[in-house]
């Protein structure tokens, strides 16, 4: 064997070693981020994104095999600057931060063993990675205040067209009998975490233009905070009929919430359809444009299909 054969052996086994070596050293962020999704409700949905994601990727095999496959320097250079932010947020105790470094490394050592066309083709499920890490508590704070407010505030409003005796200060709504607390369960905030991925994903699946991508995202918010609302609004009712205590009782307090999580998800599929007869639905059989002949395009034109 050449000497030029030999080292190209050497850095082939060099390349293995430290894609072997991130693995290892990332996959210590897999209990940093499930201790997270086990313990906090709205996060709770993090242990389905890892497994929606391989399903993915298996689903694109096919497209992968028809790209062209070679290392890329860059890749390195997204794999260390990945380890650094992995590494802040391990010194830090930022979970955020070890979740981006994980999913950047991810899609560093696919550029840097595959290439920039493999990165392409799996963009979208290694993207999808991202849903699995945690906001941080700065910045997820505000919005659950901001919902507890609207929900007993628009509450308020409701009850008050039916001539009912309530009232509010802050996010407690006062009843002749005492009064019912709007805590973080009840924000909404649930809904609108857990229902972001569903709406990517499905975007992703059926509709045909970033605009209609866009919207179906986009209706994520009013259809959860409505919703919520609709759920604040008939437990206070409730407990002006029954009292307090059988109204936000646990289990029907918690039937509640997964009937509103329900319709919320039958809300995002009624706009889903809406969308995709409004905008063109991705038909089966259907002609793929020019944009769309390339290996990546045709995989991408009609409906999304498992190979047979």
């Known amino acids: ?3 030029a054969a030999v080292q190209g052996a050497r850095v082939s086994h060099l390349r293995w070693l430290i894609v072997v070596l991130c693995a290892l050293v990332f996959g210590l962020a897999l209990p940093r981020l499930a201790q997270v999704w086990a313990t906090t409700e709205y996060f709770a949905y993090g242990f389905l994104i890892p497994v929606v994601s391989l399903l993915l990727v298996n689903w694109r095999r096919p497209a992968l095999r028809r ?4 290392s890329d320097a860059r890749g390195w250079s997204v794999i260390a600057l990945s380890f650094l932010v992995f590494l802040f947020g391990y010194v830090s105790d930022s979970v955020t931060f070890i979740g981006l470094g994980s999913v950047g490394a991810i899609a560093g050592i696919v550029l840097a063993v595959l290439g920039p066309a493999a990165l392409r083709v799996l963009a979208f499920p290694i993207g999808y990675l991202l ?5 941080p508590v700065p910045v997820i704070a505000p919005v659950i205040t901001s919902l507890r407010l609207y929900a007993s505030d628009g509450a308020l409003r409701l009850l008050r067209l039916a001539d009912l005796p309530v009232m509010r200060e802050g996010n407690v709504i006062l009843i002749p009998e005492g009064s ?8 909404g905030i649930s809904s609108v975490i857990t229902l972001l991925p569903a709406a990517v994903l499905l975007g992703y699946l059926t509709q045909k233009g970033w605009r209609s991508k866009g919207l179906l995202i986009a209706s994520v918010v009013p259809i959860a905070v409505f919703w919520n609302l609709v759920r604040v609004t008939v437990t206070v009712a409730t407990a002006l009929a029954v009292g307090i205590d059988r109204a936000a009782a646990s289990s029907p307090h918690e039937f509640a919430g997964m009937i509103t999580y329900a319709l919320g998800c039958g809300s995002l599929l009624v706009v889903d359809s ?11 059989g259907t002609q793929p444009t020019s944009a769309a002949m390339s290996p990546e395009g045709k995989e991408r034109s009609g409906w999304k299909r498992f190979p047979q």
């Open 1 to 3: 064997m050449s000497s």
């Open 67 to 70: 790209v062209a496959h070679g």
């Open 274 to 284: 809406w969308l995709r007869r409004g905008f063109g639905a991705r038909e089966p």
């Open 180 to 187: 019912l607390f709007v805590d973080e369960a009840c924000s």
């Open 131 to 135: 849903f699995c890490v945690p906001l």
